[in-house]
């Protein structure tokens, strides 16, 4: 060991670059931050042995850094190069790594090897916060004091020009674990570090507003919080405090609520606050899939808009709060055994297929009705010897009955088979804001039992998710001696657009805004023991068509469905097309485009006529029909008065028949986009306002725009059809996603399946 330098005074003035790296250092902490204390301390003209006494170091160690400052600036101080494992273990970065390495809880070598750490640290630090298999799932996450252990999830972040806390919640039970690194992304984070780093500087530029002002805008977010989120044991971690350095929490919750609303923590010794920040979102992402990359783009989009914002603006700190968590204490309300409908539906998918061939098997039964065992060889290439032993296994499980037997005119009878309509079924839930709808169907797609009750779009988002689970467990209680339970499949649900399905959030549904960013599906899961999956009411509409349909639809198609607002649901190379976010099929921004609707600030208009129940009505009355009167309760362009309308322009009334064909051709031109792009040959009308009244109207509009204005049109004609489904397309489409899931041959195979079809 070399022999510690004498003290020689102050290092000398340091120039303003240099200084302000060496505060950042400082702030940042970790190895640079002594070296940087040291140096800004020397600067000020103390000695070693005081600078020693301050930082807790030996004054060996002030020695090195001050000569090390003196014959090589700025740049002895930092890491040189060496070989062998890192001087230094940040916790906060293994445990990133770990939760969204490849192969998840399986990661630790390769993690090591990575961070050029050895395998038994890797996997100290992962028992340090149970994260190993054989911990309780329930994660521990070390703070100071350490937060209590539970699920864990990330609920705001509060930075102003003093400082940045990060707000975490914790409750009771065992977190649902997805699929390490699916839910997040590398881009996410990389995303979020940019935008809190652009924040803090923001924040630090700005500086304006005195400490008492900055001190209340903090104690009345966390007041906040801790109204919006009473089920929850709220804890607020000092990521970075100007006072009293990185993660102190010296001086920065003192005006936190009373009575232990929330709790001060300092995030973990050895670990910097950007890595400890990028691990609580990883563990939340990761032990929550409602987690999912909206709730961490939206937190981005919070901290660039005050990045951005003026300097004189009124916006002196970020206040962004998580608005909705699921699973939180109290909201998992499963039927007790006396309620209506509790019985043990607890099917999980018990008819197991096993294999892609089975699936082609049923998939080519189903489109042809009744088919004999050589026709099914014949159509799908199978083997005569496959198709046998396939319909064995199938008649065996009930999924396939034999009909009567056919003469042949050499050879022996044959005998076809078609599926056995009872052999599964599944309840389909359609949300709407003025009614919900709930059916059983069978594997046939006919309907069992149907109920409807009526919703208001005010209603309190628990009371809400409370009415759709009584009224899912109604239905399937009158249909219980219709339904065998081992075949019982699952439950789909049908919501307006957009919708976050990897999150199970309902987003911004229309004439809904008291339910925005609901986590509906993960809701509705704590209601039932078996598989519920979310689709949007177009995409469930297109898969009740597809199933239903037989053969009719037995090609790539766009289901044009008219509920409140007008979206597409599209089948595509043989399966449902969702697109990248579920949310493939918007049809209002297209429609305007089509038109040349354009708001001044070039974005697509929100078109009247892309909501049928309120445009058709009221140009009716400015056409000169009489207004239909409001039913008490309701308002103008309600149900009532559309169909009111829709029977009027059935009779002959000029201003009613003028309202719908406007409405119809608004719509052709949209749908004329949409064939153009996709180059298809059939549209399907359907959904709650394609009444029969109206279909006439639409049909003939949309059939005359798509077949006369499209640049292929010398090669197609596009057929304009009315759906096969019932007045409940959603309904009866919700649950079709539920066989649609299960028996639909696709070359993904199970995964694709079992990704729809989680068990509980």
């Not at 049909?699 to 010398?714: G, M, Q, Y």
Request: net charge neutral; glycine share 10%.
């Amino acid at each position: 060991m070399p022999e510690a330098p004498q003290d020689d005074g102050p290092v000398g003035s340091l120039p303003p670059e240099h200084r302000a790296v060496l505060h950042r250092w400082a702030e940042e902490g970790g190895p640079l931050a002594t070296r940087a204390r040291v140096v800004l301390l020397a600067a000020e003209g103390l000695r070693d042995a005081e600078i020693s006494r301050r930082l807790g170091v030996s004054r060996q160690t002030v020695g090195t850094w001050r000569q090390r400052w003196t014959s090589a600036g700025i740049d002895g101080l930092g890491h040189r190069p060496r070989t062998g494992r890192p001087a230094t273990v940040d916790e906060a970065e293994v445990v990133t790594r770990t939760l969204l390495a490849p192969g998840g809880s399986g990661a630790s070598r390769a993690v090591a090897r990575e961070l050029g750490l050895s395998h038994a640290t890797v996997a100290g630090i992962r028992r340090r916060w149970r994260l190993s298999p054989d911990e309780t799932p329930a994660p521990s996450v070390p703070t100071r004091p350490p937060l209590p252990s539970g699920e864990v999830w990330v609920m705001g972040l509060y930075v102003d020009p003093r400082r940045a806390v990060l707000l975490t919640g914790t409750g009771q039970g065992v977190p649902r674990q997805s699929a390490a690194g699916t839910v997040l992304g590398a881009d996410v984070l990389a995303g979020l570090d940019r935008a809190v780093e652009a924040a803090l500087t923001a924040a630090m530029a700005r500086g304006a507003a005195g400490d008492d002002a900055l001190s209340y805008g903090l104690a009345e977010y966390l007041a906040e919080a801790g109204r919006s989120h009473p089920d929850l044991g709220l804890h607020a971690i000092t990521l970075w405090d100007a006072a009293g350095g990185i993660g102190t929490g010296t001086g920065t919750l003192q005006q936190a609520p009373p009575d232990g609303m929330v709790t001060r923590h300092q995030i973990p010794a050895r670990s910097t606050w950007r890595t400890f920040l990028r691990a609580m979102i990883a563990l939340d992402s990761t032990s929550h899939p409602e987690s999912s990359r909206r709730v961490y783009l939206d937190l981005a989009a919070e901290l660039e808009r005050y990045a951005t914002a003026r300097p004189d603006a009124p916006c002196t700190a970020v206040r962004w709060l998580r608005e909705n968590v699921a699973g939180l204490p109290g909201t998992d309300r499963r039927p007790d055994s006396t309620a209506a409908g509790s019985q043990s539906w607890s099917g999980v998918n018990q008819i197991d297929l096993g294999s892609f061939n089975e699936c082609v098997v049923i998939e080519t039964v189903r489109l042809s009705g009744t088919i004999t065992r050589g026709e099914i060889a014949h159509r799908t290439g199978l083997t005569q010897q496959s198709v046998s032993r396939i319909a064995r296994s199938l008649l065996d499980r009930g999924i396939l009955i034999e009909d009567a037997q056919r003469r042949a005119t050499s050879g022996k009878p044959r005998t076809p088979v078609r599926l056995c309509g009872t052999a599964a079924h599944a309840l389909g839930i359609h949300i709407d804001p003025e009614v919900l709808t709930a059916v059983v169907i069978d594997l046939d797609g006919a309907i069992v039992r149907t109920r409807t009750r009526p919703v208001t779009a005010d209603i309190d988002p628990a009371e809400f998710v409370e009415r759709v689970a009584a009224l899912g467990r109604e239905t399937l209680a009158e249909a219980r001696g219709s339904v065998r339970e081992d075949g019982f499949l699952g439950i789909g649900v049908a919501v307006p657009g957009p919708v976050d399905i990897a999150s199970g959030t309902v987003l911004g549904p229309p004439l809904m805004s008291a339910w925005g960013d609901l986590p509906l599906l993960y809701l509705l899961q704590d209601h039932f023991p078996c598989p519920v999956l979310m689709e949007k009411d177009s995409t469930a509409a297109a898969a009740g068509e597809r199933w239903i349909g037989r053969d009719r639809r037995a090609r790539d198609f766009a289901y044009l469905y008219l509920g409140t607002g007008v979206g597409t649901g599209l089948y595509l190379n043989g399966d449902l097309y969702r697109g990248i976010s579920a949310n493939a099929g918007e049809f209002g921004q297209l429609c305007a485009i089509a038109l040349g609707r354009v708001a001044k600030d070039g974005r697509p208009e929100i078109l009247p006529e892309c909501n049928p129940p309120v445009s058709v009505p009221e140009l009716a009355v400015r056409g000169g029909m009489r207004p239909v009167p409001a039913a008490p309760g309701s308002t103008s362009g309600s149900t009532a008065a559309y169909l009111a309308v829709g029977e009027a322009a059935a009779a002959g009334d000029p201003a009613a028949a003028a309202a719908v064909r406007e409405v119809a051709q608004a719509v052709g031109r949209g749908a004329l986009g949409m064939v153009d792009l996709l180059d298809i040959d059939l549209i399907v009308l359907g959904g709650p306002f394609f009444t029969e009244d109206v279909a006439d109207f639409y049909l003939d509009e949309i059939a005359r725009t798509v077949n006369a204005f499209p640049t292929a049109r010398r090669l197609r004609r596009v057929a304009v059809e009315p759906s096969v489904l019932s007045a409940e397309a959603a309904a009866v489409g919700a649950a079709s996603t539920i066989f649609h899931a299960t028996f639909t041959p696709r070359l993904r195979g199970r995964e694709s399946r079992t990704r729809h079809l989680p068990a509980r």
